[in-house]
């Protein structure tokens, strides 16, 4: 997955009432998985009062993941519409939770869907929705006497990067995968092989 990706810009949140009912639309970024179900997890635990809190999220994993649930609503009423909204808005590495206080009027399951729905929509508009490039994370340790000239090859390339002066010098960097590598090999270059290169290379 090297192409260029939708996303959103950040945490957004929407609330509106139907019926009595109170729903409230949560989304932000996830970059895994496991950024996706703790957001769903804090999102579940602050609202923990709440009658349902509805999942759903696109990471893109390898492979590429997807999951909804109903969260006790009634099958393919609130899950499936929330998911929905993410596919065909062609978002990913995003986590949305729709939160509902139930007002005591049963909506069935077509006016449920277009509640859910909407709360997944209005937080997306909330958020704002970016285009994204894939990106490698990686770390690089290095002496002291080396520092100034990997800090040198990071700054004139295009990616971002922090540095914490211990006994050595490692510099955590996030750089778009299309020149990632590149940009290893200048380091090990600079450096004639003596940088310590570590990462997970996804993100």
Request: hydrophobic share 40%.
């Amino acid at each position: 997955m090297t192409d260029a990706f939708r996303t959103v810009a950040g945490r957004g949140q929407a609330n509106f009432e139907i019926r009595g009912s109170e729903f409230i639309g949560h989304v932000a970024p996830a970059a895994t998985v496991a950024d996706a179900e703790s957001f769903v997890d804090a999102v579940r635990e602050e609202y923990a009062d709440a009658t349902h809190n509805v999942p759903a999220y696109r990471v893109r994993a390898d492979p590429f993941r997807e999951y909804e649930s109903d969260a006790d609503e009634p099958a393919g009423s609130a899950g499936k519409p929330a998911l929905n909204v993410l596919q065909q808005e062609d978002i990913e590495n995003v986590a949305a939770v729709v939160t509902r206080y139930y007002g005591g009027t049963n909506l069935g399951v077509g006016g449920l869907a277009r509640a859910y729905s909407r709360g997944v929509k209005e937080a997306l508009e909330e958020a704002g929705i970016v285009e994204e490039v894939p990106h490698e994370r990686f770390s690089v340790t290095v002496d002291y006497d080396d520092s100034g000239s990997v800090r040198s090859v990071l700054e004139s390339a295009d990616c971002e990067f922090d540095a914490a002066y211990e006994a050595e010098v490692t510099f955590a960097v996030r750089a778009p995968e299309a020149s990632a590598a590149q940009l290893r090999d200048r380091i090990r270059s600079t450096t004639s092989g003596r940088a310590v290169l570590d990462g997970d290379f996804d993100g």
